[in-house]
């Protein structure tokens, strides 16, 4: 493929994981979404395959065996959503990137306003839901999510935002100097700054496929988030040792009143100290538990290890494998 050095070049990246049955109609919406900017911007896609165990891999490499805009990224192994996405802006050389699911609920549509705001001058914009078709119980726990996140954490991150998001050269090599294993990525987004803004959209119903975040994987997610830009339940822990060493004084003095003053209304609290006692441990044990994650994230950081590794890199010009190649 030739390419205009004069244009600006624009590079969506898919983070693929066993979606197979999502990936033709993809490629043909957002195929259609940018014609009328194909004057304008030198296009291509990144497809970074994350272990899929479905057909994903063979239908994204007959992908780029028809279309040389198409980069396949193929993962050593499912390293998950957040590196994948990592792997993409590691690879990427282009003048913005636009990230996006590949399961149709961001409608590509909305890129061509995302674009619009680049052209305007920002380097970050991020595409924020006001609107989602999903069930009950996914609406409330996001909105919990949000609004927990936004008051622990250390850093303004936007409510109600994916990953999807257009993201100038300046910002992705800014991203690429951050390499923690545990990675909330919309988070380091908000974190390294640079002129950002939002566009709302109304998120669509999944086309195909199942979600690659169940509970288990949100909850975890979640905890990256918070735990990654706030230290505050390690304040929070401090602030209960403290509440209830308060409440013990006082307990002490009401014990002490009791035996000074009314010694016949003294009645033993077997039951009681043994809830106390019960109490007291789950506390500690609770305490234990936010201590341990934040080391944990501590020593597996210091582990310094790669953040993925990959098998091979497949174009309509190259198709090359590369196993055990990892990120910087």
Avoid at 54 to 64: F, K, N, Q, V, W
Avoid at 214 to 227: H, S, V, Y
Wanted: hydrophobic share 45%; proline share 3%; net charge positive.
């Amino acid at each position: 493929m030739h390419r205009n050095p004069q244009r600006r070049r624009i590079t969506f990246i898919f983070p693929i994981y066993n979606e197979e049955e999502n990936i033709a109609l993809l490629d043909t919406t957002v195929g259609q979404v940018i014609e009328p900017l194909a004057d304008r911007y030198d296009f291509s896609f990144l497809y970074v395959d994350d272990g899929s165990r479905d057909g994903s891999l063979a239908r994204l490499t007959e992908l780029a065996e028809r279309d040389d805009r198409v980069t396949v990224i193929e993962l050593a192994r499912n390293f998950g959503h957040q590196m994948a996405v990592t792997a993409g802006l590691d690879l990427v050389d282009a003048d913005a990137v636009i990230i996006m699911d590949s399961d149709l609920q961001d409608p590509p549509r909305v890129a061509l306003e995302l674009i619009e705001r680049w052209e305007q001058g920002y380097d970050v914009v991020y595409a924020q839901r006001r609107s989602r078709r999903d069930s009950a119980f996914k609406k409330l726990t996001a909105g919990v999510f949000y609004q927990v996140l936004r008051t622990l954490a250390s850093v303004d991150i936007p409510k109600n935002t994916g990953d999807f998001r257009l993201i100038d050269r300046k910002v992705v090599d800014e991203l690429r100097k951050y390499r923690e294993r545990d990675r909330f990525l919309r988070g380091l987004v908000a974190y390294v700054g640079f002129k950002q803004t939002a566009v709302l959209f109304d998120r669509d119903k999944r086309h195909a496929g199942v979600t690659g975040y169940p509970l288990r994987k949100m909850l975890r997610f979640a905890a990256d988030g918070i735990l990654g830009f706030s230290v505050a339940p390690l304040k929070m822990i401090t602030r209960l040792g403290h509440l209830i060493s308060l409440l013990s004084f006082f307990g002490i003095l009401y014990v002490a009143g009791v035996k000074l003053f009314a010694p016949e209304t003294a009645v033993p609290g077997w039951a009681f100290m043994t809830i106390a006692m019960f109490f007291l441990g789950g506390i500690q044990i609770i305490m234990l538990g936010v201590l341990g994650s934040y080391i944990g994230r501590t020593y597996s950081q210091v582990q310094n290890r790669p953040l993925y590794g990959v098998a091979s890199v497949r174009t309509a010009m190259l198709a090359t494998s590369e196993a055990g190649s990892t990120a910087r």
